[in-house]
């Protein structure tokens, strides 16, 4: 018995060794650019800018196929910091910046059709058929996916109401005055 633990331990160190070699040998170096872009996005995997997640949007951006507004979730704040990053500039007057918001099951008007959970990148939305939804806060990043499903219009997005975990100091508004 002492033999095949013995046995299985030392295959187990040698193979996994092996593997370690060969992940060093055979590693693929990735662009960096991609990287950082796409360490500066949410990371929700919403796909509210029209890519599957936000690796490949940062592929595209980094090549230039798309643009550095195409992050709702991200707002102007994120446009600004890929323009200054790629050294190109954006237009963002078509960004509108509403602010987080979250959504909300209303209860009168859910009929537990299930359609709301299953679009959800995130699993914010728990629930079984025929009964009422909810929605996990702290898992919700107010994509409107669950919005655009639901047939009876019982979810809303509501911007996140401030409480002392959520209120952030708001930035000044700069009144630019011409001295004469």
């Known amino acids: 018995m002492y033999a095949a633990i013995v046995s299985l331990t030392l295959m187990g160190l040698i193979l996994g060794y092996g593997l370690a070699q060969a992940a060093r040998w055979f590693k693929v170096e990735g662009n960096p650019l991609v990287e950082e872009i796409d360490a500066m996005l949410p990371g929700s995997q919403c796909g509210q800018c029209g890519f599957p997640g936000c690796s490949p949007a940062a592929e595209a951006i980094a090549s230039g196929a798309a643009p550095v507004t195409l992050c709702p979730p991200g ?53 079984a058929p025929k009964q009422l939804h909810l929605v996990i806060k702290d898992a919700c990043t107010g994509c409107g996916k669950c919005v655009e499903s639901c047939p009876s219009e019982s979810v809303v997005l509501r911007p996140i109401e401030a409480t002392l975990k959520s209120w952030y100091w708001p930035k000044p508004q700069m009144n630019l005055v011409e001295v004469v």
């Open 75 to 127: 707002g102007k704040a994120l446009a600004e910091a890929l323009a200054a990053k790629l050294g190109v500039t954006a237009d963002l007057g078509d960004m509108e910046d509403a602010g987080p918001k979250l959504a909300v099951v209303l209860p009168e008007l859910c009929t537990g059709c299930t359609r709301c959970f299953k679009v959800c990148p995130t699993d914010a939305i728990i629930g």
